[in-house]
């Protein structure tokens, strides 16, 4: 069982930046594939970025060139830096990694982006 926890969810202006943190029980981090998935009432959960084991990303055409993930192994946390913020970017972002039969997820934080 992995168990994930994000922080680092808040307010913010159009054009701002935060840093999402997701701490992950054990070595998953290192081992793992993990990303952000981001969701909105009413609508599906998307993904947003994932990081493989190896190190390779994958973002939504939507973020790129905005947001960034990475993680510290050290740490056993994965990160998501996100830049130049739009009001769509409004959410609650959930951390989860790929599990051998399931995602793991994390509980969400949540993301405002006035304009």
């Known amino acids: 069982q992995v168990q994930l926890v994000e922080s680092g969810g808040v307010w913010v202006q159009a054009g701002g930046s935060l840093r999402l943190s997701c701490a992950a029980s054990?070595?998953?981090?290192?081992?793992?594939?993990m990303g952000w998935y981001r969701q909105v009432p009413g609508k599906e959960r998307l993904l947003v970025a994932r990081i493989f084991s190896g190190g390779t990303t994958t973002y939504a055409d939507s973020v790129k060139g905005r947001f960034t993930i990475w993680r510290d192994n050290a740490k056993n946390t994965m990160y998501l830096e996100m830049n130049s913020l739009k009001p769509e970017d409004s959410a609650v972002y959930y951390c989860?990694?790929?599990?051998?039969?399931?995602?793991?997820w994390g509980q969400g934080t949540q993301v405002t982006v006035s304009s």
């Open positions: 989860t990694a790929w599990g051998p039969e399931s995602n793991y």
């Open positions: 054990g070595s998953f981090v290192s081992t793992g594939t």
